[in-house]
């Protein structure tokens, strides 16, 4: 199985490039011609969530854009960065501008929601849609999954990222993939394999602890989104229960959104069911 995650790596490091943006090198996967969609990942996965995604954006007359953040996948980790997801955020603009993007659709998951929802607010003349995956507005009141609190304790987390490599694919498989089938065992153990890459996973523990749940930035997401100017979806995963149903409904009253795409999928619903998720954003880009 190792030979297999070995190869599964270099397959998603051979289809991208190495770019740097703000002093951090990083990598990106791009596919296809069009308006760029700028796909975002959160924890404890990096781009390469976004590798059946970005073919069938392709297929659909966009040009798939996904790239790790500092700390997760191919990108390094640097000891004095700023993890938090307003430092992310800064750093996703600058990664943004270093890959030649004046304008793009955004996609945005997990954590990677509201560290899009910061670059989106500050520019908002730079968006042209808005597809949010399985994530949430209501930081405020937003409590770590199971899987993910444990990460969270200084000390305990240090010990659970330990235990992860037996656990790992029965919690993703358990909280994150609906058609099992769709998504080869190898390609989930890749997952940790890159989340670990390098430091043993202390830049993702760094992650884990920046988490901003705050009243003042729950304000700034939902009184951004509210005056943005271009148009915004949500696709959810009906049987998603990492994220968890109540924090849809918070998500449209911010985006003013009556309705929502469900699909049959759990958290990681770009794995399993990327062509009914390309064909919601294809519906923005016209």
Same mark, same amino acid.
């Given at each position: 199985?190792?030979?297999?995650?070995?190869?599964?790596?270099?397959?998603?490091?051979?289809?991208?490039?190495?770019?740097?943006?703000?002093?951090?090198?990083?990598?990106?996967?791009?596919?296809?011609?069009?308006?760029?969609?700028?796909?975002?990942?959160?924890?404890?996965?990096?781009?390469?969530?976004?590798?059946?995604?970005?073919?069938?954006?392709?297929?659909?007359?966009?040009?798939?854009?996904?790239?790790?953040?500092?700390?997760?996948?191919?990108?390094?980790?640097?000891?004095?960065?700023?993890?938090?997801?307003?430092?992310?955020? !800064?750093?996703?603009?600058?990664?943004?501008?270093?890959?030649?993007?004046?304008?793009?659709?955004?996609?945005?998951?997990?954590?990677?929601?509201?560290?899009?929802?910061? %670059?989106?607010?500050?520019?908002?003349?730079?968006?042209?849609?808005?597809?949010?995956?399985?994530? %949430?507005?209501?930081?405020?009141?937003?409590?770590?999954? %199971?899987?993910?609190?444990?990460?969270?304790?200084?000390?305990?987390?240090?010990?659970?990222?330990?235990?992860?490599?037996?656990?790992?694919?029965?919690?993703?498989? =358990?909280?994150?993939?609906?058609?099992?089938?769709?998504?080869?065992?190898?390609?989930?153990?890749?997952?940790?394999?890159?989340?670990? !890459?390098?430091?043993g996973g202390r830049a993702f523990l760094k992650?884990?602890?920046?988490?901003?749940?705050?009243?003042?930035?729950? !304000?700034?997401?939902?009184?951004?989104?509210?005056?943005?100017?271009?148009?915004? =979806?949500?696709? %959810?995963?009906?049987?998603?229960?990492?994220?968890?149903?109540?924090? !849809?409904?918070?998500? =449209?009253?911010?985006?003013?959104?009556?309705r929502a795409t469900l699909l049959p999928a759990?958290?990681?619903?770009?794995?399993?069911?990327?062509?009914?998720?390309?064909?919601?954003?294809?519906?923005?880009?016209?």
């Amino acid at each position: 199985m190792k030979a297999e995650v070995a190869e599964a790596i270099e397959r998603h490091e051979a289809a991208g490039r190495r770019f740097e943006a703000a002093g951090v090198g990083s990598f990106a996967r791009e596919e296809g011609e069009g308006d760029p969609v700028v796909s975002m990942h959160g924890v404890p996965v990096s781009s390469f969530v976004y590798r059946n995604l970005l073919p069938e954006l392709a297929n659909r007359g966009l040009r798939g854009v996904a790239f790790d953040l500092p700390g997760l996948g191919l990108a390094e980790r640097p000891e004095d960065f700023d993890y938090s997801w307003s430092g992310l955020a !800064r750093w996703t603009g600058e990664a943004i501008d270093a890959l030649g993007i004046e304008r793009c659709h955004l996609v945005v998951h997990d954590i990677g929601g509201p560290i899009g929802f910061e %670059w989106a607010v500050r520019n908002p003349q730079r968006v042209l849609s808005l597809t949010a995956l399985d994530t %949430w507005v209501d930081v405020a009141d937003f409590h770590r999954p %199971w899987p993910m609190h444990p990460f969270s304790i200084r000390g305990v987390g240090e010990v659970w990222l330990r235990m992860l490599p037996p656990a790992f694919r029965r919690v993703h498989y =358990q909280v994150g993939i609906e058609d099992r089938a769709a998504v080869p065992s190898a390609e989930v153990d890749a997952h940790l394999a890159l989340l670990k !890459r390098g430091d043993g996973g202390r830049a993702f523990l760094k992650i884990m602890r920046g988490f901003e749940l705050t009243e003042a930035k729950e !304000r700034f997401y939902v009184e951004g989104l509210a005056g943005r100017p271009f148009p915004a =979806q949500i696709v %959810w995963g009906k049987n998603d229960k990492m994220v968890g149903e109540r924090h !849809r409904p918070p998500l =449209q009253r911010a985006l003013g959104l009556e309705r929502a795409t469900l699909l049959p999928a759990k958290h990681f619903l770009q794995e399993d069911q990327a062509p009914a998720v390309a064909d919601a954003v294809a519906s923005l880009s016209g």
